[in-house]
């Protein structure tokens, strides 16, 4: 079963996963309420717009737009919605935009590249962790594949701190926002066991600009 980024992000969010605040809209009515409500409290609000399809790549088709006033909610909505979604993971048929999700804006420092997976090989979850966030990560194994890293946890033991502290040093993750990643990779275990997941993919990951 595939799930929308906006169901995906309401179950991390229920194991304690850091996520930005946003809702799901299916009209542009919708969409400014949505973006409204996101506001309340802040001086310069930023949104991102996001077309909610079954694939991957939705930022250069035109999917993924950040905006700063709720004009631009408006008009990105209006255009997103009912629109045919190309990405290189869709085919040439593309997808129907049928739902939007509308997200509080992050200051971002870097992005980094998370996934967990079950191995079919030793019957483990692994992540996959990378500098090169943001970025097609078949792309970043094909070119530099030195820049991808994988971590095995033990089903007899499950999660430990050893696991976080390794994708900490990989990621070239300090200080605090070591530890943060710890709590983190073990709140995507958690999920991951708790909802039997096959594949759970974060890209990217991001650092704020305040840690």
């Not at 802040?42 to 991957?56: D, L, T, Y």
């Not at 045919?84 to 999700?101: E, I, S």
């Not at 007899?156 to 300090?174: C, D, M, Q, R, W």
């Given at each position: ?6 169901q ?12 930005p ?22 001086e ?8 909610q399809i ?7 088709g ?11 909610v ?10 045919t979604?190309v ?18 804006g992050?200051?971002?420092e ?32 094909h ?13 007899v033991?499950?999660?430990s701190?050893?696991?976080g ?47």
């Amino acid at each position: 079963m595939n799930i929308h980024e906006y169901q995906a992000k309401q179950v991390l969010r229920g194991f304690g996963t850091p996520v930005p605040r946003g809702k799901a809209a299916f009209s542009v009515e919708e969409a400014v309420a949505s973006a409204q409500e996101l506001a309340q409290g802040k001086e310069n609000p930023v949104w991102v717009v996001k077309a909610q399809i079954h694939a991957g790549g939705r930022g250069k088709g035109g999917g993924v737009k950040v905006v700063k006033s709720i004009e631009d909610v408006r008009k990105e909505a209006a255009r997103m919605l009912g629109m045919t979604l190309v990405t290189h993971q869709t085919g040439p048929a593309g997808r129907l935009v049928k739902r939007l999700y509308i997200e509080d804006g992050s200051a971002i420092e870097r992005e980094l590249y998370l996934s967990a997976l079950v191995d079919r090989e030793t019957s483990r979850i692994a992540f996959i962790v990378s500098t090169e966030g943001g970025m097609d990560i078949e792309k970043v194994a094909h070119d530099t594949p030195e820049k991808i890293k994988t971590f095995q946890v033990w089903p007899v033991t499950g999660y430990s701190p050893f696991v976080g502290n390794e994708i900490a040093h990989a990621l070239g993750l300090k200080g605090d926002t070591a530890k943060q990643i710890g709590g983190v990779v073990r709140s995507l275990y958690e999920a991951m066991v708790a909802k039997d997941m096959s594949l759970l993919e974060i890209n990217p990951l991001v650092v704020t600009k305040d840690g």
